[in-house]
């Protein structure tokens, strides 16, 4: 077999890898070009990655929504329309749904701003133990000190979301499984209002940081610039 | 745009979140594209800088071939990587064995392509043809220690890890090989003219190596 015989057959794969994809997960525009040319090509490397993608993915109703949120409107799903519905109502629903896309928001963003070497805590402690070495000026210790202070409180903050997050995931996930339970085995639903006591509880103590803060802002130190300057 | 940029993040500060296999499984559509394109920039650079010594086509010709070797390698061993895995008990699927050998290479190019300057200056200072294919594998030994080291995060330091390792190695050494060595000239040798895009087949990798052993140990005799 020569290197010709070789690609041919190379490729002849390929767009059997193409097609069985395509079957598999029909694209079009941009999308489709692309995992063509990449199922011809690099098909021993992209058909499985492309074909698991394709297995891994729930059906999902709710695709904009995160894990956490995603769980409580599935356990809404599962009432809606049924005398359970009073159990979970929609506004309660939808107002759990708008703090948890806030929180989810504000995870993102601390994460984002904590990954940033400006925000390694090490550097920032070692910066003050570098600056108390070589005796610098109060000043500059004082804010490298306070700049410690706040990395601090954010990551506490950060550890905070995430822990209540998960808590709330959980919940959610027990309340869920509750209402499913009573919907379709006519099951006792009464422990659902104490997990959605739970529930309401940790979204009150996320959402109660996310307030609007009464932010009392010192006045601006005003600068008289001599005249020469300009 | 984002989940690129997420994995393209990931793969430089946390590979280890790569190998982790119960990662989300999602966002390795993202991951495939963003090592593709490491592997495509770093080697096709790396492969840039060494054809400096030669100029002209070559730079073209090198910055091609050269991520083409890393990738054709890898759609040759993956699977095998799968199956040796298997045969080890340690279950691995063919997306996890593609993922985690993209990222090593991957990682291995983004090396080379930290690398790429030094090997351009080496060469802007009058590095000979010869010096020039050493240091070239220096740099390559370089960014094969940061694959293994990504691989070796993914199955760990057990007995039967290093057992997987070492006989996967006897497939991905002699195929990425004789895969660079089809593909060869990378730097163009100054006694030829004309730059070809493909030297001629002559011999194999294997056969080359020894007659260069034989011819050394007679000069040195």
Known sequence: MNILELVALYVAAGSISAFVLHRKKPTTGRAKYLNWLLALFLWPLWLPVALACVETKPEDSHPNASNTERTLLQAYDAVKGTPLEKLLPKEAVERISRELRNVVARDRELSQLLAQPNFDLQIARERVTELERCRASTRALTMAKRHVEDVERLAALHARDRQLLAELGDWLMTLRTQLVLARYSASNAEGVSDIFAEVCSRVEVLGSTLEEPNLVLPEPPTLSCPSTFF | ?221
């Not at chain 2, 351009?120 to 030994?141: E, K, M, Q, T």
């Not at chain 2, 004789?178 to 730059?195: I, N």
């Open chain 2, 1 to 221: 745009m984002n989940g690129l940029q997420f994995e393209l993040e990931r793969l430089l500060r946390h590979p280890e979140t790569i190998t982790d296999p119960s990662r989300e499984r999602q966002t390795d559509r993202h991951l495939f594209f963003a090592t593709v394109l490491s592997i495509l920039v770093g080697a096709g650079l790396f492969g840039m800088a060494l054809a400096t010594s030669r100029g002209g086509l070559q730079l073209l010709y090198s910055s091609i071939k050269m991520p083409f070797v890393c990738l054709i390698t890898l759609a040759f061993v993956t699977p095998a990587l799968a199956a040796i895995s298997d045969v080890f008990h340690r279950t691995l699927t063919l997306a996890n064995a593609a993922v985690l050998m993209l990222t090593a290479a991957a990682r291995a190019s983004l090396i080379l392509l930290a690398l790429a300057p030094v090997v351009w200056l080496a060469f802007d200072h009058g590095l000979s043809y010869h010096r020039g294919i050493i240091v070239a594998c220096f740099c390559y030994g370089i960014a094969g220690l940061e694959a293994l080291r990504i691989i070796k995060l993914a199955f760990g330091n057990s007995t039967r890890s290093f057992a997987i390792i070492g006989v996967f190695s006897l497939v991905l050494l002699p195929a990425g090989a004789q895969t660079a060595w089809l593909l060869r000239p990378y730097l163009g040798r100054p006694s030829q003219t004309e730059v070809p895009f493909l030297r001629g087949k002559e011999s194999s990798f294997n056969q080359s190596v020894s007659r260069s052993l034989t011819s050394s140990v007679e000069y040195s005799e």
